[in-house]
């Protein structure tokens, strides 16, 4: 069965420094996306970064990179130079099936990261 | 550009009442729609999804149903709701192989 684990149930961060959220995945998929989300404290979700399988470059969005280890089924997201306004949950995501079997996604436990001043 | 809208934001209701939340999408046409539930300090669960009109698809067994009379109109519904039916409501919409982008939720507390 495809599952997304997230083994940092908290994190701490400095302002201005980087930080890495760490993702991995179980799949026998071949063809699949991985995505990062960010829920801060009012709920709403917000679409990060997104990675295919089948990518052969790291995404990056901005601050946002997506180290994409695809041999240790790992999708870690890195944001540099952290801000206050990080400080929020951090959800990772996989792409279950595709988008016209419905493109499920199943998510992880989640990451509450704290960006200290 | 699209955009969803989920209403109402927050909810309070008895157990025993039924339940009714709207989404709607627009600026797309036939998108993949999502209704998923995210208990207190916990990842979001998929409960319905819908590749079409009048298509759903169940992952969770509940006390819940879902509909698509339109398009771009997605309902997540109860006849009578339960305790257990408390969190956090999230409606998602998709289109191709695009990321999954989020309403607002709605808190549904039931007392």
């Known amino acids: 069965a495809q599952k997304i684990t997230q083994t940092q149930p908290g994190m701490f961060v400095q302002e201005k420094e980087a930080v890495t959220l760490d993702c991995t995945y179980d799949?026998?998929?071949?063809?699949?996306?991985l995505f990062w989300y960010k829920q801060p404290s009012s709920g709403e979700m917000i679409f990060l970064i997104y990675q295919g399988s089948y990518d052969e470059q790291n995404a990056t969005e901005g601050r946002y990179s997506l180290n994409f280890q695809k041999a240790r089924k790992s999708a870690n997201l890195v944001i540099s130079a952290s801000q206050l306004g990080d400080s929020a949950m951090y959800f990772c995501a996989m792409r279950e099936g595709f988008y016209n079997q419905g493109g499920k996604l199943i998510f992880g436990q989640g990451t509450e990261l704290s960006v200290k001043p | 550009s699209q955009t969803i809208h989920q209403w109402p934001a927050t909810l309070v209701q008895p157990v025993g009442s039924p339940l009714s939340l709207e989404c709607t999408v627009e600026g797309t046409s036939n998108p993949n729609l999502y209704w998923y539930r995210q208990a207190a300090g916990r990842g979001l669960q998929l409960l319905f999804y819908s590749v079409g009109i009048g298509q759903i698809s169940s992952e969770v067994p509940q006390n819940l149903s879902a509909s698509r009379p339109q398009d771009r109109q997605f309902i997540l519904s109860s006849k009578k709701l339960l305790l257990s039916d408390s969190g956090f409501y999230l409606c998602?919409?998709?289109?191709?192989?695009?990321?999954?982008?989020f309403g607002d939720g709605t808190r549904l507390s039931i007392l």
């Open positions: 998602a919409w998709s289109g191709g192989s695009q990321p999954q982008h």
């Open positions: 799949t026998s998929d071949q063809s699949y996306g």
